[in-house]
């Protein structure tokens, strides 16, 4: 039973530059969500998508996006990158209506110079 | 608002108990969470609790909840080198399983042979 993946898992990229991450989620589950972990920070809350929508949102600007695909699969957008989005990215993903946790991926190391 | 704080540092002997504790500022929180995070690594989650439940133990781990003080603590029983991580508390809020999470800081636990 594949656990919640993620790709890439190291990125360099530098300011201004577009970038784009992606997650499976478990098998059977449905929502996806994604975190933003600061270095020595706990993990923020991006979004979270279901059904192929953005469901909720946390405090993050427009340059921040996202996709759900039929196969419930996910991808993080971010444009205009600035030093301040070098970060863990984290997905986690659940199944609505269900009582199971989230469970997390390994994450994506985004490095901007 | 919602906000999880944690203390940040925990150092024990091997054989010990460890204590970590967390309190949340909002009481609507749903599921409340124990992830456990080692260096480079995503979040593995350890444990989680139900609103609505005082207690859960789930071999040497011992989750307590006081709602009335908004109050989590992890115990690890019997702690080992391996069980040095840093340990975050996430509450979880909105639509039940799915909800998004705020998670505290972190706390470290070293553990000392």
């Known amino acids: 039973d594949a656990g919640v993946t993620q790709s890439p898992t190291h990125l360099i990229k530098t300011r201004g530059q577009q970038v784009t991450l992606r997650c499976s989620p478990k098998?059977?589950?449905?929502?996806v969500s994604w975190y933003q972990q600061a270095l020595g920070q706990g993990p923020q809350f991006i979004f979270q998508?279901?059904?192929?929508?953005?469901?909720q949102r946390g405090n993050f600007p427009d340059r921040f996006s996202g996709h759900q695909f039929p196969n419930y699969s996910s991808e993080l957008n971010v444009n205009a990158l600035l030093l301040g989005d070098s970060a863990l990215y984290l997905c986690?993903?659940?199944?609505?209506?269900?009582?199971?946790?989230?469970?997390f991926g390994d994450g994506t190391r985004l490095s901007i110079l | 608002g919602e906000d999880v704080e944690q203390s940040l540092f925990l150092s024990v002997r091997e054989g010990d108990s460890s204590v970590i504790n967390c309190t949340y500022t909002?009481?609507?929180?749903?599921?409340l969470y124990w992830y456990k995070q080692e260096p480079g690594a995503g979040l593995q989650l350890l444990t989680y609790?139900?609103?609505?439940?005082d207690m859960k133990q789930d071999q040497r781990l011992t989750v307590l909840l006081n709602k009335k003080d908004k109050h989590l603590s992890l115990r690890i029983a019997d702690t080992q080198t391996g069980d040095s991580a840093i340990y975050f508390c996430?509450?979880?809020?909105?639509?039940?399983?799915?909800?998004?999470?705020?998670f505290g800081q972190g706390t470290t636990l070293q553990v000392k042979p």
């Open positions: 986690a993903s659940s199944l609505t209506g269900g009582d199971q946790p989230q469970h």
């Open positions: 098998s059977g589950h449905d929502t």
């Open positions: 998508y279901y059904e192929e929508e953005e469901r």
């Open positions: 909002d009481s609507s929180s749903t599921y």
């Open positions: 609790i139900f609103s609505n439940m």
């Open positions: 996430a509450a979880s809020y909105g639509s039940g399983n799915t909800g998004k999470l705020i």
